[in-house]
T-cell receptor, first 114, second 113 residues
């Protein structure tokens, strides 16, 4: 069973607030990902990391930022939340060789910005 | 990644086996076949993957055709908790570390009590 955790699971917040979504994994995986997904819609990659001190933007333009100071921790920060940021945010990690690399997902954070 | 084709929906009865098909006629020789599923309001969950040989794990079995142009995910005894959208995807050898998971439409599995 995958050991990847996200907090909070649910967050309702007002416009303009700064928020940080936490993601941790205990599997020692070098690669981590943040996806955004609206109900019934496809996954969109917003950030990924090869390893410590390595982060890249994904396909979907996002006003969020990420950091990777420790292998196990990959937080996502929104400096000023807006209603358009309302969505589910999914963190994932992976290891293994190309092709066989499996991504393990956390339970997600459902964010609502009022 | 090469394209896969799955039926939009399938139905099964509880405690019966379920065979979920996937066609991938343009698969290359080093593409891995992965299956994920997503339950309502949850993140995707890895199910199983394989390259050429059939694979078994505690969740399911994966049967891969000899020509690798199709595969079948087998749930041996469906439970109500198996109701989900099942995605079959191909993962290419040599992909970059930033390669994202891209799911197609998937198959919506309904399990009847």
């Amino acid at each position: 069973e995958a050991d990847i955790y996200q907090t909070p699971r649910y967050l309702v917040i007002g416009t303009g607030k700064k928020i940080t979504l936490e993601c941790s994994q205990t599997m020692g995986h070098d690669k981590m990902y943040w996806y955004q997904q609206d109900p019934g819609m496809e996954l969109h990659l917003i950030h990924y990391s090869y390893g410590v001190n390595s982060t890249e933007k994904g396909d979907l333009s996002s006003e969020s930022t990420v950091s990777r100071i420790r292998t196990e921790h990959f937080p996502l920060t929104l400096e000023s939340a807006r209603p358009s940021h309302t969505s589910q945010y999914l963190c994932a990690s992976s290891d293994g060789t190309s092709g066989s690399r499996v991504q393990f997902f956390g339970p997600g954070t459902r964010l609502t910005v009022l | 990644d090469a394209k896969t084709t799955q039926p939009n929906s399938m139905e099964s009865n509880e405690e019966e086996p379920v065979h979920l098909p996937c066609n991938h006629s343009t698969i290359s020789g080093t593409d891995y076949i992965h299956w994920y599923r997503q339950l309502p309001s949850q993140g995707p969950e890895y199910v199983i993957h394989g390259l050429t040989s059939n694979v078994n794990n505690r969740m399911a079995s994966l049967a891969i055709a000899e020509d690798r142009k199709s595969s079948t995910l087998i749930l041996h005894r469906a439970t109500l908790r198996d109701a989900a959208v099942y995605y079959c995807i191909l993962r290419a050898w040599g992909e970059t570390s930033g390669s994202r998971l891209t799911f197609g439409e998937g198959t919506q599995l309904t399990v009847n009590p």
